[in-house]
């Protein structure tokens, strides 16, 4: 064969070559091949990071120390006897019952009726001043205190998250229990809670 052609045939094997070469070369690169590694990567490092939980212990609100606790209560007792045997209702008693068994009947009828009727009127004035008595209170208000156990210490106020990333260990106080893994900021900041 001629050197021409020889040339010429070399000449088109490397224009072959070359563009089979860029067209390998723009499907990796669609594909996510050594150039779309190198996107993929920096892509990769502006994303978010995320840190490990470790530990989440919840934090309770302080118990509040026992308290008294004070009402007023309106107490109804009895009031106190000045007579406590009835003496002037038994008195009063004998003499309007003696006054009214005086009017009737006539002789020694008229002296069993005064003293029938003294008897029964002071056995009824006794009565009558006893019933009342019994029947008289006095109202007073007066103070009641009792000592309640202090509140608090059931409500959750808080979560200790101790997360680890890149190999240290760091603790945080959340409002919310972030599950088991923290998004961080700049390999140091927890910021908020991860999707699991």
């Known amino acids: 064969m001629s050197r021409f052609v020889i040339s010429a045939l070399n000449l088109g094997l490397g224009a072959v070559l070359a563009v089979g070469l860029t067209a390998c070369n723009r499907d990796a690169n669609a594909d996510g091949g050594v150039g779309g590694m190198a996107a993929q990567s920096q892509s990769a490092a502006a994303g978010p990071k995320y840190a490990r939980v470790v530990s989440v212990t919840p934090v309770r609100d302080q118990a509040s120390a026992p308290q008294q606790v004070c009402h007023d209560e309106v107490v109804t007792q009895r009031a106190p006897v000045k007579d406590q045997h009835q003496i002037a209702g038994t008195a009063i008693g004998a003499v309007a019952g003696g006054l009214l068994g005086n009017q009737v009947g006539g002789g020694k009828g008229r002296t069993l009726a ?60 959340m409002d919310h229990d972030p599950g088991d893994r923290v998004q961080v900021q700049e390999g140091v900041v927890a910021v908020s809670d991860a999707a699991h």
Do not use: L
């Open 114 to 173: 005064t003293v029938a009727g003294a008897i029964g009127g002071g056995y009824a004035g006794h009565e009558i001043q006893k019933n009342r008595q019994e029947n008289n209170t006095v109202s007073s208000t007066q103070r009641r205190c009792t000592t309640v156990a202090g509140k608090g210490g059931d409500k959750i106020v808080g979560y200790d998250v101790a997360y680890e990333y890149n190999g240290v260990t760091r603790t945080i106080r």
